[in-house]
């Protein structure tokens, strides 16, 4: 057994994202201003999109596109069982109805076809989340979009360098479509917390920034930096989503080491699925399609309970005995008993979501992982999956 407890995930903090966060307290300006603006500026040099606009968290970026787009009551949106809370959250908050598309059992992800199936009168958007990091069909999502006439709002919490065919998620080239990151500090680089949303619309960017801090003309930097105006109007009832630049600083510096973050997952991945090849117990995550890229923000097996005498959650126990944390996502979101009383969500309505929420489990993946953390999750899986046969 290791000595020490290895979580499923960890931040990894360099030294100028220490400095970056030391200059700016030292500098007297904590709240949005140069660092916010900086950070923006790298998301639009990394996309490619003309707009980036930071807020807090992904969830009031997922909020704040929505709003910014007029989506509210009686609104439909299209979304997937198999996905964070907050994808689900932002669609309620905006006023609007969220509406389930079932997966794809083989990639985790929405399935095309069931989205065109949920299409009423009243869609206006889909939300496709790219599961892991693995990358939605895009192609199909784009065509169904622009065949009802639909805004596309990505949830790329999990694809911080991720491709779909060669354009990476984030990229937005239309005025129909936004991508919102997470930098949660689980996710593929962190800010502690907060989020950015990536779009090419220049009205609907505006929008956002003024929904971001309060609905105001002008945020703090526009009234309180040198020459800034004090005085400001209301324009929209807004919110408090605004990122701050201490957890920018933190983010400018994250961005210089993405490349080689999301290069040592790869890694640890490829070391899993070779070892993990025949192993009885364990069904392997998808992979991708040629010409996509995945960020790999989560290593997803199915315990394959057919072939067990255990459960994903007596695993996953067993595991942490064993000092190996592992993390579960999702539940179906529809099995959560708001949204099931809310919106008469019963068992059996998204098969295979259900199937695979049964079975899956996240096993650990950051890139300060050393082989030998690597190696001791690879022998301790084999292990207990050995030991539990049916
Ligand atoms: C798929 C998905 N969407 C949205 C979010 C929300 O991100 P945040 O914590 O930045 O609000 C998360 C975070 O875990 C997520 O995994």
Redesign the pocket.
């Known amino acids: 057994m290791r000595k020490t407890f290895l979580p499923f995930a960890k931040p990894a903090i360099a030294d100028d994202a220490i400095k970056g966060v030391e200059e700016c307290l030292r500098s007297g300006w904590l709240t949005t201003g140069p660092k916010a603006m900086e950070f923006e500026q790298v998301f639009r040099e990394f996309t490619g999109s003309d707009y980036a606009i930071a807020v807090n968290?992904?969830?009031?970026?997922?909020h704040t596109a929505l709003l910014s787009l007029g989506i509210s009551s009686p609104d439909e949106v299209i979304t997937t069982p198999m996905?964070?809370v907050?994808?689900i959250n932002a669609i309620i908050m905006a006023g609007a109805k969220p509406v389930l598309a079932d997966i794809d059992r083989k990639t985790f992800n929405i399935n095309h076809e069931d989205i065109e199936r949920k299409i009423t009168s009243h869609t206006k958007a889909i939300i496709p989340?790219h599961?892991a990091g693995r990358p939605c069909h895009m192609g199909a999502i784009e065509a169904i979009a622009e065949k009802h006439n639909l805004y596309i709002i990505e949830?790329a919490?999990?694809a911080l360098g991720a491709e779909y065919q060669g354009r990476k998620i984030g990229y937005v080239d239309n005025h129909r479509k936004i991508a919102?990151f997470?930098?949660?500090p689980?996710?593929n680089i962190t800010t502690g917390?907060?989020?950015m949303a990536c779009l090419h619309d220049e009205e609907t960017a505006e929008r956002m920034s003024i929904i971001r801090q309060h609905g105001m003309s002008k945020g703090a930097w526009n009234r309180y930096a040198a020459k800034g105006k004090t005085h400001y109007d209301v324009l929209i009832p807004g919110l408090k989503y605004n990122m701050m630049d201490i957890q920018a600083a933190i983010g400018i510096s994250q961005m210089k080491y993405l490349p080689a973050f999301n290069r040592r997952r790869k890694e640890i991945v490829a070391e899993y699925l070779r070892a993990f090849q025949e192993t009885e117990g364990l069904i392997l995550p998808p992979e991708v399609f040629t010409g996509d890229i995945h960020a790999w923000h989560i290593f997803t097996p199915l315990i394959d309970t057919n072939r067990l005498s255990i459960t994903r959650d007596e695993f996953m126990k067993l595991m942490e005995k064993e000092n190996i944390g592992t993390a579960f996502?999702y539940q179906a979101v529809h099995l959560f008993s708001y949204y099931a009383k809310m919106y008469g969500w019963c068992k059996g309505d998204y098969p295979n979501a259900e199937y695979v929420s049964a079975r899956i489990l996240s096993l650990p993946l950051f890139p300060t992982m050393t082989d030998e953390d690597v190696n001791d999750v690879i022998t301790t899986t084999k292990k207990i999956l050995s030991q539990r046969k049916r």
């Open positions: 968290s992904a969830t009031s970026g997922l996905t964070f907050a994808t989340v599961f949830d919490a999990h919102v997470s930098f949660h689980t996710k917390e907060g989020g996502h």
